[in-house]
């Protein structure tokens, strides 16, 4: 199993621009999370999915955009860049125990 | 909201010494803990959990405590080597939407010297 995979690894945008952040598990997990982690605080739930076809806000929603047309694939967009979106952004999935397993995260700056 | 703390935002200990680190927790609905190691440029791993029926569970050269009276967990890591030098935060679960509630503290950087 390749677990939780992201890309890209670094991205830098201009303030307006958008892009999609990638997220693909490969344990058939149901449960999945998109987070941002600033430095000095705690991981913050952007948003997450239950299901295929299900997604719902977390503590920190604005400016971001979620699909999960799949199991496997949890995309995140953001549609127009804003510096205060500067952050390392992790994707994780749950297992049907409760163990959370987390990507290697992508590194956003905007500019 | 709730939120999760740590005491001591790092923490240096000798090679082979053990280390302690703390976390208070604030809401006694929550019912599942987990201690992550993250390490630069990386995603966090898990490390080891516990659920809140019990006090203790050990893993290889790791414990976890929770203390359920006073809202406060802790990991301890035997004999630190230089490998464990990371950040490491707990978080806490509540109910039973799995994930859902997760509240993560900022963590604690443990730095291990020769």
């Known amino acids: 199993n390749a677990g939780v995979t992201q890309t890209p690894k670094f991205r830098i945008l201009k303030i307006g621009q958008s892009m999609t952040l990638q997220c693909t598990q490969d344990m058939n997990h149901n449960y999945m999370y998109w987070y941002r982690q600033d430095p000095g605080m705690g991981l913050k739930l952007i948003y997450y999915?239950?299901?295929?076809?299900?997604?719902d806000k977390g503590e920190v929603p604005n400016g971001y955009n979620v699909s999960r047309s799949t199991t496997e694939d949890f995309p995140l967009r953001l549609e127009l860049a804003a510096p205060s979106q500067t952050s390392v952004y992790f994707c994780a999935s749950i297992s049907p125990t409760g163990r959370q397993y987390f990507g290697p995260g992508t590194r956003l700056t905007v500019l | 909201g709730e939120s999760v703390g740590l005491h001591l935002p790092t923490l240096s200990v000798q090679e082979g010494d053990n280390s302690i680190i703390n976390c208070a927790y604030s809401?006694?609905?929550?019912?599942?803990f987990i201690w992550y190691k993250q390490e630069s440029g990386k995603g966090p791993q898990f490390i080891i959990d516990?659920?809140?029926?019990?006090d203790k569970r050990q893993g290889q050269r790791v414990t976890v405590l929770l203390n359920k009276t006073v809202k406060h967990l802790s990991l301890q890591i035997a004999a630190t080597q230089p490998g464990d030098s990371a950040v490491y935060f707990c978080a806490e679960n509540i109910g039973s939407n799995y994930g859902q509630n997760f509240v993560f503290g900022p963590g604690t950087r443990l730095s291990v010297l020769p």
């Open positions: 999915s239950v299901g295929a076809g299900i997604t």
């Open positions: 809401n006694s609905a929550s019912d599942y």
């Open positions: 516990i659920r809140s029926n019990m």
